[in-house]
């Protein structure tokens, strides 16, 4: 079975500082994993996925993911945070080629960027 | 382009109503998916339709649980009857092709609460 963990429920920075959300995951084969982000009364949107390639993921709003298979990571990071990055962010993943297409999350962290 | 949308976004019912939920996928995503998130914990897959049929229901709970997608354009999902752990927020998405590097992408979610 596969699965995900956000280590941190809650992650604090203040504006202007690097941050960085955990994920690790558990897969039997090669991953597809997702970060999505969930700002409050929202639907979650889609921030960068990494498929294939290059560890080292960009995607919307600044952020990006490195992918490391010896540590079955995939931490969410951005050089400088703005207030307005504050919200609940999770890490998904999917199995290659395991003929389904269904995600599995992790419970989320929130991310709170204080001014 | 419309994003998904689902109705309503709220619902409040007693244990032992029935409650319907209705997603309306991006026009043209041949997949639709549900999921739940529980209070604090992780987005729980539900089911799967490609068009009108059922790919994979495997994280349906139980059978009060029913979800139709008739002609592969909207989709309903009814609880009856409603039980108190069924509350959680209910999200839909939508992708659209079948390999697993599509992402997803998701609607709103209606808040259920079962009183």
């Known amino acids: 079975a596969q699965s995900v963990a956000q280590p941190e429920d809650q992650v604090n920075v203040a504006e202007g500082n690097p941050l960085t959300v955990k994920c690790t995951y558990s897969?039997?084969?090669?991953?597809?994993l997702f970060w999505y982000v969930q700002y409050p009364n929202r639907g979650l949107q889609f921030l960068l996925k990494y498929i294939t390639g290059d560890n080292l993921v960009k995607g919307s709003y600044g952020f990006e993911a490195e992918f490391n298979k010896s540590q079955t990571s995939f931490h969410l990071k951005k050089p400088s945070a703005l207030v307005s990055d504050s919200a609940l962010y999770f890490c998904?993943?999917?199995?290659?080629?395991?003929?389904?297409?269904?995600?599995?999350f992790g419970k989320g962290t929130m991310l709170l960027v204080s001014p | 382009e419309a994003g998904v949308t689902q109705f309503p976004s709220h619902s409040v019912i007693e244990k032992g109503q029935t409650v319907t939920l209705r997603c309306d996928p991006i026009?043209?995503?041949?997949?639709l998916y549900w999921y739940r998130r529980v209070m604090g914990k992780e987005i729980k897959f539900l089911l799967h339709f490609v068009k009108e049929s059922k790919q994979d229901e495997s994280g349906m709970p139980n059978n009060r649980f029913l979800a139709e997608r008739t002609g592969g354009t909207y989709s309903t999902l009814k609880v009856q009857p409603a039980e108190l752990e069924d509350s959680g927020v209910y999200f839909c998405a939508s992708s659209q092709g079948l390999t697993t590097t599509y992402e997803q992408y998701f609607g709103p979610g209606t808040r259920l609460t079962v009183t």
């Open positions: 026009s043209g995503h041949d997949n």
């Open positions: 897969v039997s084969g090669n991953p597809y």
């Open positions: 998904a993943v999917r199995v290659k080629g395991s003929g389904y297409s269904t995600l599995t």
